[in-house]
């Protein structure tokens, strides 16, 4: 027989699976179970027999590696990606640099206002990612912009924005604009932690602003520069707000500017969910093996240091 102290040493050990369990059920059901589901479905494809008309003329069988072959081959899907790459190589490094020079800017014994500047800075990211394109492309019409009526009047150049080698700087403006505060309060709650000794002792020892900052700052919020470098990556790959709501303003943007925009097409206007599944699950690895890989390499250079 059980005894009472048993019990409730019983029910402590299991009180933490209780709280995780609905967590756990949440997270196979609206996660890891339509992961699963898009998966089985890139192995897949429709079989059509005769003229496809009648019932069973058209069933669903094994693929194989087929759907993976064609979206590996989709001259489309290929565009996309390098389209993304470039997008993302002017995206990550302006918006974390911007980050982390509001934040130590914020962190400055100089600095005024600062619960105002803070919301000032963060404000954008509150604002639904569509909504925010839908803006930035207003403004970047000629015909409605208000900064293009300011260059008119002033007899200066009126760069098209929504063509050629600027949309990149367009597309990622927008992104730079919504996305730079959450890093911030994110850099900026890293360097709240650094303990105040720490400051004091650079006082002493002479440092400035400027080599504190560098020497002291910088390196104490490494961890957080490495999950903001992180969480960037995956939006990167996961673009598709800010060419999908920008499309209607230019012709420039197509319905496969970015991979992601192109399972989108495949799925709901060509009705092909084979070949987006596989599409969509190529995304997901290259997003998984990139951020792995960079979180890995972090981890090494961190060990390495520590050694030092």
């Not at 993302?88 to 509001?102: D, E, K, R």
């Not at 130590?104 to 604002?127: G, N, Q, W």
């Not at 490495?226 to 319905?255: C, G, R």
């Amino acid at each position: 027989m059980t005894s009472p102290a048993s019990r409730r040493s019983y029910g402590v050990k299991g009180a933490p699976y209780a709280f995780l369990l609905p967590a756990t059920i949440l997270f196979a059901l609206f996660f890891a179970l339509p992961i699963g589901y898009a998966v089985w479905l890139s192995f897949r494809k429709v079989h059509v027999s005769g003229l496809g008309l009648g019932a069973g003329a058209r069933s669903e069988v094994w693929a194989g590696l087929e759907n993976y072959k064609d979206a590996l081959t989709d001259n489309e899907f290929y565009d996309g990606a390098l389209r993304v790459l470039g997008y993302g190589c002017i995206v990550v490094p302006v918006m974390l640099g911007l980050a982390l020079l509001f934040a130590l800017m914020l962190d400055s014994e100089r600095v005024r206002l600062a619960p105002f500047t803070r919301l000032a800075i963060f404000l954008p990211y509150a604002i639904p990612g569509v909504v925010a394109a839908l803006l930035w492309g207003f403004l970047y019409l000629p015909d409605v912009s208000p900064f293009y009526y300011v260059l008119a009047k002033l007899h200066l150049p009126q760069p098209d924005l929504l063509d050629g080698g600027p949309l990149y700087l367009a597309l990622s403006n927008i992104a730079v604009w919504g996305g730079t505060g959450f890093n911030m309060i994110v850099i900026y709650t890293s360097l709240r932690a650094i303990p105040a000794e720490v400051h004091e002792a650079a006082k002493l020892d002479g440092a400035t602003p400027l080599q504190t900052a560098l020497r002291i700052k910088i390196p104490m919020v490494a961890p957080s520069l490495v999950l903001t470098f992180f969480f960037s990556i995956i939006a990167t790959l996961q673009v598709f707000n800010e060419p999908m709501t920008i499309k209607p303003f230019t012709n420039s943007v197509n319905l496969s500017w970015s991979p992601l925009m192109k399972v989108y097409q495949d799925a709901f206007r060509r009705g092909d969910i084979y070949s987006a599944a596989a599409e969509a699950t190529l995304i997901a690895i290259a997003t998984l093996v990139l951020s792995f890989g960079f979180l890995r390499a972090a981890n090494r250079r961190n060990k390495q240091e520590a050694a030092q």
